[in-house]
């Protein structure tokens, strides 16, 4: 434990509570995977509109650009807009309806900077549809397949209320850890390059994204149904307040990460990665993406090419994270972060610009990790959820000297006295 007193960390959960939802979101994966997609390309991209290191760059900055959309409903519960994140069917072979729309709209207005911005969206579309999405182990998606606490998830036919919980709670945890270990590795191999990287979400304004996404929603019933009720157009005002919102999240997390890039080194952490057998096959993914996301900056209109990326016979799906689509009831949105006082006051906080403003000078100049710590501590001492999962797993690997997953698993399930199946 950090030595510092009670005041101390109440002021810390606080300010940095809005943060914890978004453990294991992955905003330093997308980035490296935009940033290698570039780092070979032949020409100039799309219309020219990645002829410059400057054009490369705001590219590679909107990397992110679709998830901020999706952590938001974390934060709000808002997922009136998961049409304009998931690809339309929310299938792997689905496509980057919203990223193609916005593409359109651009080019017919001739605005590059939108081009870049709406290509990034199209290709972070399509690099998602394979920790998300992906055919294989009989899950739907690779990050859903990694169950780091298979041992402990209760029968997959007991859907009654508890084992239900704690299928929740460790699918979520599972995710969550998956997609850490990505950034975790991401980072590790572009050091030099995340150690300069300067966050801007500041992608400019697009009023008629109210108009595309409305008439998406209207195109695309069918296929959104039953979800299709529950969503709305995406109003630009929505956009610029999760934008200001989510350059201070991307800079804490990649402080996370540097900490544990500085306390294990580049070649523990890829041993720590690669020797582990959940993840043996996440090099294989993140190659897959940056090739999806290739072909799509060669042809941004109807590139993605699902049945080219398939393993032979995948069989049944068993498992989707995206289940709930299918679901037409009020739990489907029983999931994000708890509506309150204290979560919308720190969340005002945290959506002023004078902050973001402040955060943008000190980046690089100092680490919030010793903030982001005893917030971590605090939610690992709370009861059983994927969150606090992921926040205790994460306090141990820090306090351990040569940590490995499976000591760091079997720690978690006992703090949390998970009990393995047959016990």
């Known amino acids: 434990m950090l030595g510092i007193n009670g005041m101390d ?88 309806v919203f990223g193609e729309r916005i593409w359109e709209e651009n080019l017919r207005r001739g605005r590059r900077d939108g081009m870049i911005y709406s290509l990034a969206w199209i290709c972070h579309q399509v690099s998602d549809q394979f920790p998300h999405r992906y055919p294989t182990d009989g899950y739907e998606g690779f990050v859903n397949a990694r169950r780091f606490f298979a041992p402990y998830y209760p029968n997959d036919d007991d859907w009654s209320k508890r084992p239900k919980a704690l299928r929740n709670d460790l699918i979520s945890a599972d995710h969550w850890l998956a997609e850490i270990f990505a950034d975790l590795l991401c980072l590790s191999k572009e050091a030099d390059f995340f150690r300069s990287y300067k966050v801007d979400l500041d992608f400019g304004d697009y009023p008629e994204m109210e108009d595309v996404s409305a008439k998406v929603i209207d195109e695309y019933h069918d296929e959104l149904y039953p979800a299709v009720k529950y969503f ?20 804490i997390f990649m402080d996370m990460y540097f900490h544990f890039y500085e ?40 590139s993605w090419n699902p049945e080219g990326f398939k393993i032979p016979d995948p069989g049944p799906v068993r498992f989707s994270v995206y289940s709930y689509e299918n679901y037409d009831g009020p739990e489907r949105y029983d999931f994000g972060f708890r509506r309150g006082f204290l979560p919308w006051i720190s969340g005002l906080f945290f959506n002023s610009q004078l902050l973001n403003g402040l955060a943008g000078r000190v980046a690089g100049r100092m ?54 199946k047959g016990a």
């Open 232 to 251: 709305i157009p995406l109003k630009p005002k929505i956009m610029k307040r999760v934008y200001r919102y989510y350059h201070l999240v991307i800079r």
């Open 367 to 420: 680490s919030t990790w010793g903030l982001t710590k005893p917030v971590m501590e605090i939610a690992a001492k709370r009861r059983r959820s994927g969150v606090n999962i992921t926040a205790y797993f994460l306090c141990e690997m820090d306090a351990a000297a040569n940590p490995s997953i499976d000591e760091l698993i079997q720690k978690t399930a006992a703090r949390f006295r998970l009990k393995e």
């Open 9 to 96: 960390i109440r002021l810390a959960y606080f300010f940095l509570l809005p943060i914890t939802p978004f453990l294991g979101w992955g905003p330093i994966t997308h980035i490296y995977l935009h940033k290698k997609a570039v780092d070979n390309l032949n020409g100039k991209g799309p219309e020219g509109i990645l002829g410059s290191d400057e054009d490369k760059e705001s590219f590679i900055n909107a990397g992110n650009v679709a998830d901020l959309i999706k952590a938001n409903q974390l934060r709000y519960k808002e997922r009136y807009y998961e049409y304009a994140h998931n690809t339309i069917p929310t299938k792997f072979e689905g496509r980057p």
């Open 263 to 302: 306390m294990l080194g580049p070649e523990i952490i890829h041993e720590f990665i690669h020797d582990y057998r959940q993840l043996g096959d996440l090099e294989r993914m993140l190659d897959f993406s940056v090739e999806a996301i290739r072909d799509a900056i060669e042809q941004p209109l109807g």
